[in-house]
């Protein structure tokens, strides 16, 4: 099969309906849109949301909280986490993503203390909490704030 063969299923695509083409259409004259009234005009219609002049759903429900415009988005990894990397390895965004363990893209990676880290390993995050500092380095590790 080539590409030049290919072709949609019998009865897939049919023809775009030609409205407004004379009565033996089906659909002649007003073309589907009724008779008279605001949306039987060109370019008529009424914007989304818009209740009829009834006091919209959107302004009716309350406001709650707010939106922090300096809120970094960090990506949260925990030291019981990094059990599954073998002893003396490096653990940076590349390694921490192909374990699974940080998805999408953009954001900063954030270590946190919860868990417990036997083996020594080599930590390259953004930012590492305290807690979390002193049981790598108990354990024979190191951290580097990237």
Do not use: C, Y
């Not at 302004?59 to 599954?84: E, Y």
């Not at 390259?124 to 807690?131: E, L, P, Y």
């Amino acid at each position: 099969m080539k590409l030049d063969e290919l072709f949609p299923a019998p009865g897939a695509r049919r023809p775009k309906k030609r409205v407004g083409r004379g009565p033996s259409s089906g659909s002649g004259k007003t073309g589907g849109r009724g008779t008279k009234g605001q949306r039987s005009r060109a370019g008529g219609g009424v914007r989304p949301g818009f209740e009829g002049g009834q006091m919209p759903l959107i302004r009716r429900l309350p406001k709650r909280g707010f939106t922090n415009i300096f809120g970094q988005d960090f990506k949260v990894v925990n030291l019981r986490d990094l059990t599954r990397f073998a002893p003396e390895s490096v653990v940076d965004e590349e390694a921490l993503r192909r374990a699974g363990l940080v998805k999408g893209t953009g954001g900063r990676i954030k270590l946190l203390g919860q868990g417990e880290v036997t083996q020594p390993l080599t930590v390259r995050v953004h930012v590492v909490s305290a807690q979390a500092r002193a049981k790598i380095e108990a354990a024979g590790g190191k951290v580097e704030v990237v």
